[in-house]
């Protein structure tokens, strides 16, 4: 349910540099769409170019649903009489503009932490509000996983991590609406590039990098692009107030200094730019002595020359980087000494899809992780094979028409580390998965060079199957990874979207599984 918000078109418009309009009347508008499918008498339909359709060729769709107000980049041969046109230079910056205003830019008025990098962004992002909450802080907050708006988190039904201006700023007043005195935005390279423009005329008071590695080459064309278009969320910081009512905020950003790139995010910003790290002695806040099983790691974490030993509630140093940033930007936030904040760990719950294991009754170990960059997987994968009694069994794909260079490099890192791999789909869309298998597979021959003739590699698109087959597999003392989908509620293939939930699918075939082993 969207936040209520309305303005005439010609005060709306005001906010546009525009180079022509054409046509009579100032709508009352309440909406802003990009679909025409969801336009109406209250809306306006802002024409998008996009990679495969092109929003021009649907705005008299819109007018015939209803839509009074069209701004687009080329005006249509015919102009239809019941409707407003306003041509505009950049129909994404004019949606992001435009949203900002239907909704009273709501950033302005409450303070918005950004969340950044390749992997961890969701689950800093739940830490983050989660350490808030528990100091009483009315936080909301919007991830890839999650929304919350209200009282409790609901799932995020938009494939985009980061959705579009219009539901970014709706949220945001929602939020504004519902309490919260604070919000956090997981902030995507998408969400963040020039291309889109959905996070353009969000004003932010914190920036938190996680990491940045390969991902996402196929829309940002180069790691540097890639890397840059994150670094806009630092640059965002320059454009903040700290004022907002009666209270001033901090302006801050925050890196992780174990990671190369971290110089390259200081340098975005004229800000206050704050550093944690794993036994990174030029961190801000350290954490050292590391200790993890599967379950927890102890560690000793460091502030201006005071040490405290504590107990984070999950497993492996990238859980502890997540933590240390989450606890570092709500203590800054906060005024507070990060130390004190580690006490609230204790009564923090995991993130779903995010190393959740699916069942502890077995005499191996199922879990589902969303890990599904070569980053992560060079994270999570050594980590549960120092975890592991016996053999680690993981069971991925990699998504279609997406980053192809990182297909081989999953496939070598999981060969290198897991004794069994098993390749199924992820989301092939327009690809053909036999070819996208073959892809992953290669970097598997690499590193394993047997692996096939061994029958330890074994390719199966059905992602159902290839989860039985992991499970038929499985001896006493194993762990099964079933990565890439985590939280994900669907398959996407070129003629459908199939519903799809990991953790309920891979306790069903077990289920069935421990049923079938028990009849005589």
């Known amino acids: 349910m969207r936040a209520m918000a309305e303005m005439h078109l010609s005060r709306l418009a005001k906010c546009l540099p525009t180079v022509a309009s054409h046509g009579s009347g100032d709508p009352l508008i309440r909406r802003l769409v990009y679909d025409s499918r969801q336009a109406g008498p209250d809306s306006a339909f802002v024409a998008l170019p996009g990679i495969h359709v092109d929003g021009h060729d649907f705005i008299t769709p819109a007018i015939a649903a209803g839509a009074r107000a069209i701004f687009c980049e080329v005006l249509p041969?015919?102009?239809?009489?019941?409707?407003?046109?306003?041509?505009?230079t950049d129909s994404r910056h004019a949606l992001s503009t435009l949203a900002a205003r239907l909704y009273n830019n709501p950033s302005r008025e409450i303070p918005l932490i950004g969340v950044t990098g390749t992997d961890g962004k969701s689950t800093t992002t739940w830490l983050i509000d989660q350490i808030l909450t528990q100091q009483d802080l009315e936080s909301g907050f919007i991830s890839t996983v999650l929304i919350k708006r209200d009282i409790r988190p609901e799932k995020n039904s938009f494939r985009q991590s980061t959705p579009e201006a219009p539901e970014i700023q709706s949220f945001l007043r929602e939020m504004i609406d519902n309490g919260k005195e604070v919000a956090v935005v997981e902030a995507t390279s998408h969400g963040l590039s020039e291309r889109t423009s959905r996070l353009r005329d969000v004003q932010f008071h914190a920036a938190v990098l996680t990491n940045i590695n390969h991902e996402h080459l196929e829309f940002h064309g180069s790691f540097e692009q890639y890397r840059s278009d994150k670094a806009n969320l630092f640059r965002a910081l320059d454009r903040s107030a700290k004022r907002i009512g009666d209270s001033d905020w901090p302006i801050f950003g925050v890196i992780n200094a174990n990671d190369p790139n971290a110089y390259y995010f200081r340098n975005a910003t004229r800000q206050e730019?704050?550093?944690?790290?794993?036994?990174?002695?030029?961190a801000d806040l350290i954490a050292t002595d590391l200790e993890s099983t599967a379950e927890e790691t102890r560690c000793v974490v460091h502030w201006n020359r005071e040490a405290r030993e504590v107990t984070i509630p999950f497993p492996g140093r990238f859980n502890v980087d997540n933590v240390l940033a989450a606890v570092l930007t709500a203590a800054h936030l906060l005024d507070r000494n990060p130390l004190d904040l580690f006490d609230v760990l204790k009564r923090i719950k995991p993130l779903p899809g995010r190393m959740q294991i699916v069942s502890r009754e077995t005499?191996?170990?199922?879990?589902?992780?969303?890990?599904?960059?070569?980053?992560?997987?060079?994270?999570?994968?050594?980590?549960?094979k120092d975890f592991t009694r016996n053999r680690l069994i993981v069971v991925f794909g990699s998504a279609g028409e997406r980053d192809r260079?990182?297909?081989?490099?999953?496939?070598e890192i999981a060969a290198r580390h897991a004794q069994v791999v098993i390749l199924t789909d992820e989301d092939p869309r327009g690809e053909d998965s036999w070819s996208i298998l073959e892809e992953i597979a290669q970097g598997c021959d690499r590193a394993d060079p047997s692996i096939r003739s061994e029958g330890r590699l074994i390719l199966e698109p059905d992602r159902r199957t290839a989860i039985r087959r992991a499970l038929e597999l499985a001896e006493p003392g194993d762990t099964l990874l079933f990565l890439g989908k985590g939280h994900e509620a669907s398959i996407i293939y070129a003629d459908r979207v199939a519903p799809w939930d990991e953790a309920a699918v891979v306790a069903q075939e077990l289920e069935a599984a421990l049923q079938k082993s028990c009849t005589p």
């Open 363 to 384: 005499p191996f170990l199922p879990i589902v992780d969303y890990a599904h960059t070569p980053g992560a997987f060079e994270t999570v994968l050594p980590m549960m």
């Open 273 to 282: 730019v704050i550093s944690y790290g794993v036994e990174n002695p030029e």
């Open 77 to 88: 041969d015919v102009l239809e009489p019941e409707a407003v046109y306003i041509q505009v």
């Open 405 to 411: 260079e990182k297909r081989p490099m999953q496939g």
